[in-house]
């Protein structure tokens, strides 16, 4: 066989994804705080793009519509340079389902005080010398995000070359800062110290014998094993039970109510409202900056040298791609929406427990879109409802089967363990059988095993765990 070099052409077809192509698909996937961001950053970078704003520099107000199906026909990509210089195109030209515009909502620009910042501020008047102020500000600065020290005394006091004997004093001060339990080397530490706060506060015995719980029993807590405290601790299961509710209302992680950052918000990408015997839909993208075309680039692209006309051109197309893929985004989203509505209406007319089971799938086929496009439009998104917000994908839910042969959602199935649970007699707590056997009696045909997964799903402890004597 002979090896040699050569070339040759060849025809072939496949699919490529292009710049533009990955472009919409990543606009799609993001959720509005997200594309407001990339939108600003585009402006920054695209000379062509600028924001439509009215005289004082605000959005222009939305003009109120009729709920509508139907979007503005957008042409084809071949022509879009005709029809980019006949007129202005922005990416608030449609305004979809909406009654009223949304109102725009602020997000809090304040910074939270730092867990560390403080407990500074409370040395600075617990602590007068300077050696002892020293030695304060590097424990705290060795406490983490939870409260806790992560540097022992002795460590401490080797890089900071002074006495353990000093280290330790310095800590119990701190140990005494708002809020209680901060400081400590452990668990049990940070439970006792908020204990000792509670000793003048409540019943003396119980708080004696919590502590006594805390010290000794930790594990046997956890493990539901009230027998073998009051065993040992010559004490009544009741009273181990009224010591364990003490200790469920300290804090295992004290610093925690603390953060450093901007606080989180969840901003809804869609609001449904009830209208009538309907609802309205509203995309909220009100707070992403709408974006046009500057007309002096138009004006280039007509009359420029090559060189100049080819950069316009490019920029321009970049300009027309994120318009169209930010129009493309609320026309699916929207209509993704809508078929959600039609397909779940019980939940939409009487609230999550009449959730139905739904799949990506129906949806999809119901607007005319592949299962994936579903899935990013619905990514990292919430719906406002008059039930609610609630994260999109919450919508589509695995079921079980009924004894009718209806489907049932798991969400309902997790709903009806909830309050069987919430209402049962805690001194008899339901075990998942007798919760199999009742949901059945209601034509909910699930395993004792199917029980189990669902209540461990919802972090409910089981009966042997949950009972209270």
């Not at 020290?149 to 890089?159: F, G, P, Q, S």
């Not at 609001?271 to 909220?284: A, C, L, P, Q």
């Amino acid at each position: 066989m002979q090896l040699d070099y050569g070339l040759k052409l060849e025809t072939t077809q496949k699919l490529i994804m292009t710049p533009q192509l990955r472009q919409a698909i990543a606009i799609l996937q993001l959720p509005a705080t997200e594309l407001a961001a990339l939108v600003e950053k585009e402006l920054l970078e695209n000379p062509v793009l600028e924001p439509t704003a009215d005289g004082n520099g605000e959005e222009p107000a939305m003009e109120a519509e009729a709920p509508v199906r139907e979007y503005d026909t957008q042409p084809e990509a071949d022509g879009w340079m005709e029809y980019l210089l006949s007129g202005k195109q922005t990416t608030g030209s449609t305004h979809s389902g909406a009654a009223e515009p949304a109102p725009r909502r602020e997000i809090a620009d304040t910074d939270a005080v730092s867990l560390q910042d403080y407990l500074e501020m409370q040395l600075h008047f617990a602590v007068f010398e300077a050696s002892h102020l020293m030695i304060g500000k590097y424990l705290i600065g060795c406490i983490d995000d939870n409260g806790y020290l992560c540097d022992t005394t002795a460590e401490a006091a080797l890089r900071l070359g002074v006495e353990e004997a000093a280290v330790i004093e310095v800590l119990q001060i701190i140990q005494t800062f708002d809020p209680l339990g901060v400081g400590a080397r452990s668990l049990q530490e940070c439970l006792l110290l908020q204990l000792e706060h509670k000793q003048s506060e409540g019943d003396s015995a119980k708080i004696d014998l919590a502590i006594a719980v805390i010290k000794d029993h930790l594990d046997q807590v956890a493990a539901g094993r009230y027998k073998q405290i009051a065993d040992k601790q010559h004490c009544s299961m009741h009273e181990v039970q009224q010591a364990v509710d003490i200790i469920r209302t300290l804090d295992p992680k004290p610093g925690q109510a603390f953060g450093g950052g901007q606080a989180a918000y969840i901003i809804p990408d869609v609001t449904v409202e009830r209208v009538n015997n309907g609802y309205s839909i509203h995309i909220n993208d009100n707070y992403v900056p709408q974006i046009s075309i500057n007309p002096y680039y138009r004006e280039i692209a007509r009359d420029a040298d090559s060189d100049a006309r080819k950069y316009v051109e490019g920029r321009i197309n970049a300009a027309v791609w994120l318009i169209k893929s930010i129009e493309q985004r609320r026309r699916t989203l929207y209509n993704v929406t809508e078929a959600i509505i039609g397909l779940q209406s019980e939940f939409f007319d009487a609230g999550p427990k009449c959730i139905r089971p739904l799949t990506m799938k129906k949806v999809a086929e119901q607007i005319g879109v592949h299962e994936s496009t579903v899935s990013r439009a619905t990514a990292n998104k919430y719906m406002a409802t008059p039930h609610g917000v609630f994260g999109m994908h919450s919508f589509f839910t695995s079921g079980v089967q009924g004894a009718d042969g209806e489907d049932v959602s798991a969400s309902r199935v997790k709903q009806e363990i909830k309050e069987l649970i919430a209402a049962e007699d805690q001194s008899q707590p339901l075990s998942d059988q007798a919760l199999c056997d009742t949901l059945n009696s209601k034509g909910i045909m699930l395993s004792r095993r199917t029980i189990a997964k669902y209540r461990e799903e919802l972090g409910i402890a089981a009966s042997s765990k949950r009972k209270r004597h």
